[in-house]
T-cell receptor, first 115, second 114 residues
Framework: NAGVMQNPRHLVRRRGQEARLRCSPV?????VYWYRQLPEEGLKFMVY????????ESGMPKERFSAEFPKEGPSILRIQQVVRGDSAAYFC?????????????FGPGTRLTVL | EDKVVQSPLSLVVHEGDTVTLNCSYE??????LLWYKQEKKAPTFLFML????IEKKSGRLSSILDKKELFSILNITATQTGDSAVYLC??????????????FGQGTILTVHP
């Protein structure tokens, strides 16, 4: 009974490269959330997706960042042309439904370091 | 603007002490308040509170919500070194596209010394 899985756990990129972060939600969960945690700060919401749809991307920077949750396969958070300020831990969470009071289950995170 | 404020930001205690962590919030469309424990990995769920005045307990941890005064507390009794972690408070929105999105406070860093 696997929980939320994220890979890679650690990712190092040079400035200007692309970073692709993957998240496989708990089996049967159709709602995925991405959060970013900068050093010494709390978790900040980035984007909320259901299968094939972006529901709320109000926390995502307008440029260089994109997210998808295809019908098949994991959710992907993509950061193009990374900069040092993108260095952070990126957490994915999933929930089975939004219509009831269910907590979100978090993955172990991907720690992105931009050199 | 909706926000969550936690206090204290950090706390150092000795094993056996009792601690109280505070979370106050200003939310226009409140659904529930959640507490998570974060060690050097994923936040792990502790409690979800939706109703005022009903205490939730899990072992040495307990939490309660006051929807009139807009705050919640997390109590840990007889602390152990394994309780050392960052404790995060978050609220979940109700309604609209923000439904389900969690907004977190900055966290309280708890250090328990032997």
């Amino acid at each position: 009974n696997a929980g939320v899985m994220q890979n890679p756990r650690h990712l190092v990129r040079r400035r200007g490269q692309e970073a692709r972060l993957r998240c496989s939600p708990v089996k049967g969960h159709s709602h995925v959330y991405w959060y970013r945690q900068l050093p010494e700060e709390g978790l900040k919401f980035m984007v909320y997706l259901q299968k094939e749809n972006i529901i709320d991307e109000s926390g995502m920077p307008k440029e260089r960042f994109s997210a998808e949750f295809p019908k098949e396969g994991p959710s992907i958070l993509r950061i193009q042309q990374v900069v040092r300020g993108d260095s952070a831990a990126y957490f994915c969470a999933s929930s089975p439904t939004v219509g009831s009071y269910n907590e979100q289950f978090f993955g172990p995170g991907t720690r992105l370091t931009v050199l | 603007e909706d926000k969550v404020v936690q206090s204290p930001l950090s706390l150092v205690v000795h094993e056996g002490d009792t601690v109280t962590l505070n979370c106050s919030y200003e939310v226009t469309n409140f659904r529930s308040l959640l507490w998570y424990k974060q060690e050097k990995k994923a936040p792990t769920f502790l409690f979800m509170l939706t109703s005022s005045g009903i205490e939730k307990k899990s072992g040495r941890l307990s939490s309660i919500l006051d929807k009139k005064e807009l705050f919640s507390i997390l109590n840990i009794t007889a602390t152990q070194t394994g309780d050392s972690a960052v404790y995060l408070c978050a609220y979940a929105n109700a309604g609209g596209t923000s439904y389900g999105k969690l907004t977190f406070g900055q966290g309280t860093i708890l250090t328990v010394h032997p």
